[in-house]
């Protein structure tokens, strides 16, 4: 995870840099938020940066997504402000969903043996839409409200243990090894969000 947030934090550097260079206003928004879903409530933090010229910004984040499995999301983040005072805004996430479960989230599978394997994970796509309101339009900091609607995937790929009869050479009795082939689940998991973020430039 530290890579993928220092990856992010050098981007944004490098923006900040170029937005002083040609007098472009850049914005930096760190949020937190609430996700609900399928009967299940999670938590996710986020931290995005970019460029604004007037109506439009464009930009790129990244964060920690507790959705049923956990991830990273690495995502284009584009945003447009309207209304009066440019107090209302749509955006749209764009990227790629990073599989980061935590320990008891993977599939463990044995069959008469101690021994468990956990399961092994395939990245995926991420996205999220949404609209805003910004609580406080004439503040230097602004306090930004938004709802959204969001999905993710991600696949799961893991290995079957099963018994099998040894008569090979004469042998006699059951040994357990791993199955020939592989076994996968693939998530597609949605979610309404509610997000709370303080616009700092």
């Known amino acids: 995870m530290k890579k993928y947030m220092v990856s992010l934090l050098l981007v944004l550097t490098t923006i900040t840099s170029s937005a002083q260079q040609k007098q472009k ?50 995502f284009t983040d584009t945003r447009f402000f309207f209304g009066k005072k440019n107090a209302c805004f749509s955006y749209l996430n764009l990227g790629y969903n990073i599989a980061s479960p935590m320990p008891w989230q993977k599939m463990m599978y044995s069959y008469w043996s101690s021994t468990q394997e956990g399961s092994q994970f395939d990245n995926g796509l991420y996205t999220d839409i949404g609209l805003g309101y910004i ?53 597609w998991l949605n979610y309404f969000s509610l997000k709370l973020g303080i616009k700092l430039w």
């Open 135 to 187: 609580l406080n339009a004439a503040a230097r900091r602004k306090l930004m409200l938004s709802v959204g609607y969001g999905f993710k995937t991600v696949t799961e790929r893991y290995n079957t243990w099963g018994p099998w009869i040894n008569y090979w050479r004469g042998g006699t009795g059951m040994v357990i090894q791993k199955s020939d082939y592989d076994q996968s689940v693939d998530y």
């Open 25 to 74: 206003k850049f914005y930096l928004i760190p949020q937190t938020g609430v996700l609900s879903g399928d009967h299940i409530y999670s938590g996710q933090w986020q931290l995005v940066g970019g460029l604004q010229k007037k109506q439009w910004a464009f930009g790129l984040g990244c964060g920690m997504d507790y959705y049923k499995l956990r991830s990273i999301p690495v």
